[in-house]
Nanobody
Framework: VTLVESGGGLVQPGGSLRLSCTGS????????MSWFRQAPGKERELVAG????????NYADSVKGRFTISRDNVKNTMYLQMNSLKPEDTAVYYCKKGAPSEYWGQGTQVTVSS
């Protein structure tokens, strides 16, 4: 199993980024997938999750209305569209394959700063 995140970077407050997570080595459409983030000195926290067929999603209260999670099971890829970014969104963002046999990607840095 491999999960590879991309799309992070430096963005000004109010800006947007789209993260991608491409999975391989498992039947991608059969698994719940999620995005987590970890800021310096803080615990890793759930950002958003999406069911295998994309029919159900959930979000942390802190990102509702600003972030959108989606997936393309043909491309084995999950996305996180992040709009109206705030400095407090700065973190390393990780994708996670759901149970059974949970796996994590290596993470991608998102920095929101002027």
């Amino acid at each position: 199993v491999t999960l590879v995140e991309s799309g992070g970077g430096l963005v000004q407050p109010g800006g947007s980024l789209r993260l991608s997570c491409t999975g391989s080595g498992f039947p991608f459409s059969g698994y719940f997938m999620s995005w987590f983030r970890q800021a310096p000195g803080k615990e890793r926290e759930l950002v958003a999750g999406i069911a295998g067929r994309g029919t159900w999603t959930n979000y942390a209260d802190s990102v509702k209305g600003r972030f959108t999670i989606s997936r393309d099971n043909v491309k084995n890829t999950m996305y996180l569209q992040m709009n109206s970014l705030k400095p407090e969104d700065t973190a390393v963002y990780y994708c996670k394959k759901g149970a059974p046999s949970e796996y994590w990607g290596q993470g991608t840095q998102v920095t929101v700063s002027s």
